[in-house]
């Protein structure tokens, strides 16, 4: 277990729950509800790769080019700005599992963004099965699935590792 990262967990996992409350009810995420999380969990992350990410290197390439992916995604409007900062929080301040996940585990923030993608995904295939006809348009707002996401990586690992295994 890696102490700074349950921290950071702890705190971007109750900023995205308030993140995901308001979300869905006014469709808009505050900037300002980022900074404490950023305040607190940016000096634990620096502690975690300073001591813990070996190699250095790539983790900090890998993150500097998956926040410049995000951005363009959100700039191309295919997710809105909250998600982008979300995912991006999470890529910074995450680089490591804070400790050892049930299911398989790839790069935390990959895992995160997978499990995010099936679970909303599964959304409007579960409200087909319910009521046999989809809305017009996306039922739940995507800062949702990524707070479901990010709790199945905490407490699971990667689900799309998981079903392949079932599959195989």
Request: some cysteine; hydrophobic content about 55%; overall charge positive.
């Amino acid at each position: 277990m890696i102490l700074p990262a349950v921290i950071c967990a702890l705190v971007i996992g109750l900023t995205l729950i308030y993140a995901s409350y308001l979300d869905h009810r006014d469709r808009r995420v505050a900037h300002r509800i980022w900074k404490p999380a950023l305040i607190i969990a940016l000096p634990l992350a620096a502690y975690t790769y300073i001591f813990k990410v070996q190699p250095l290197g790539p983790h900090i390439l890998a993150a500097c080019l998956a926040c410049s992916l995000l951005y363009l995604l959100h700039r191309q409007h295919f997710f809105g700005g909250a998600d982008a900062y979300a995912l991006m929080i999470i890529t910074i301040c995450l680089p490591l599992h804070p400790w050892t996940p049930i299911g398989a585990q790839v790069w935390f923030p990959t895992t995160v963004m997978l499990n995010a993608l099936l679970l909303c995904v599964a959304v409007p295939v579960l409200i087909f099965l319910k009521k046999d006809k989809l809305p017009g348009t996306y039922p739940v707002p995507f800062m949702i699935p990524i707070t479901a996401g990010f709790f199945t990586a905490l407490f699971y690992g990667d689900i799309f590792t998981g079903i392949l295994s079932l599959l195989l």
